[in-house]
């Protein structure tokens, strides 16, 4: 196959300004001159390239929109742009990139004190530190409201027991963003750093999704923590939500990236695939599946377009990311099946990226947040009534 095309039915090129297209093609040509090269290994040995995390802090994609402490300050459509890029390569890719902005650094730079700020954000920004975000739990994942693990006071500071599940970049991380309650009874931060004793990291293996992506369980056993490290700038659910809203953002432009990517290679696929003496991309079946494709990647596309322009103006609704999170990830994988179904028996091995997004985006459309969780959010917002449970 030819190299990425790039997918952009409605000249929508023509609503980003100039700093806007030039980030985005500087992460385009990194993801296809460096990352999809060493992919597929790292898939098949269920590994995730850290050597490349390096060059990601040199190009600025950690913790992009923040200012200062090392960060671009960038706007969102840029950053929403480069994780669309980071995803066109895999989600793994991605989703080691808004972890560490959205789920690790966004908190430190939000309710961290300044202490905290200094000692983590620029070494973050650089990717010299890996941070992750442990808010599910083995009995807790819809409804993190409900966490067991508990963050006693005890002497001057804090001792942390329970388990968190299914943690992106878990073993790998320098620190782990944990949120635990506290004897109140309310949801609190807490900071906890690689080889803090009481804490331990076990990966999760056997994954057929996500498989270029570190995947733990994170566990803590009467692990003292120091006051200094709890953040004192945040007290409930809101606080672990409000930085959902920063990674599921970056989720519905990643998700797009994605169905680029295998809208582009089934296109190019059909064009040269010949069956009954023609391309196969001249048979009106074939091209109803290529129609709808790029009909719903347009619209996914304007989405986050108008998603981030609110952002930017401040706008925005955590209500607007579910929507957009919920329906960019359901065709982006309605996407990766018609797409993979256009390659035949070629569609199931991985030296096509098809069945590697496809099983990917079934993590994604679980992850922070199932898209069952997005579509009662927008139900609750546009109904007034809560429909999660009794
Ligand atoms: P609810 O009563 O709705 O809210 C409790 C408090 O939180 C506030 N709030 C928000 N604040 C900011 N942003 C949001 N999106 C917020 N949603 C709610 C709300 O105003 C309230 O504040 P206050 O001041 O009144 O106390 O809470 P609920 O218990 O009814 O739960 C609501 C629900 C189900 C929507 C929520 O729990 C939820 O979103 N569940 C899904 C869980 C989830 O997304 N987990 C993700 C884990 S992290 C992850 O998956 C990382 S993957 C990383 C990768 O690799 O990319
Ligand atoms: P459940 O909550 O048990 O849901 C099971 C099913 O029930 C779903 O279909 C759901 O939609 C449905 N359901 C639940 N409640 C309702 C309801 N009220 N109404 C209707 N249907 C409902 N978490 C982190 O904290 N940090 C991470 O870094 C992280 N990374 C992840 C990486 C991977 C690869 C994966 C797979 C998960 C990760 N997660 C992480 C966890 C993820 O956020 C949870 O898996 C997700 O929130 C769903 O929780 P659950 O798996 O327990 O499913």
Known sequence: MEKFR?????RIEDLLSE????IRDTIRDWVEAEFLPVVTEHHRAGTFPVNLIPKLGEMGVFGATLKGYGCL???NVAYGLIMQELERGDSGLRSCASVQSGLVMYPIYSYGSEAQKQRWLPAMATGEKIGCFGLTEPDHGSDPGGMKTRATRRGDGYVLN?????????????VA??????DDGEIGGFLV???TPGFSTLDIHGKFSMRASITSELAFQDCK?????????VKGLKGPLSCLNQARYGIAWGAVGAAMACYDWALQYAQQRIQFGKPIASFQLVQQKLVWMITEITKAQLLVLQLGRLKDQGKLRPQHVSMAKSNNVQIALDTARLARDVLGAAGIVDEH?????MLNLETVNTYEGTHDIHTLIVGRDITGLDAFGI
């Not at 923590?225 to 700038?233: A, Q, T």
């Open 6 to 10: 790039g997918v952009d039915y409605y």
């Open 353 to 357: 990226p098809i069945i590697r997004h």
């Open 162 to 174: 329970g388990t968190k599940l299914w943690i992106t970049n878990g073993s790998i991380a320098d």
């Open 225 to 233: 923590i120091p006051l200094e490290n709890r953040l004192p700038g």
């Open 19 to 22: 700093e806007e297209r030039m």
């Open 193 to 195: 750093e690689k080889g």
């Open 177 to 182: 963003v944990v949120w635990a309650k506290e």
């Open 73 to 75: 300050g960038l706007n």
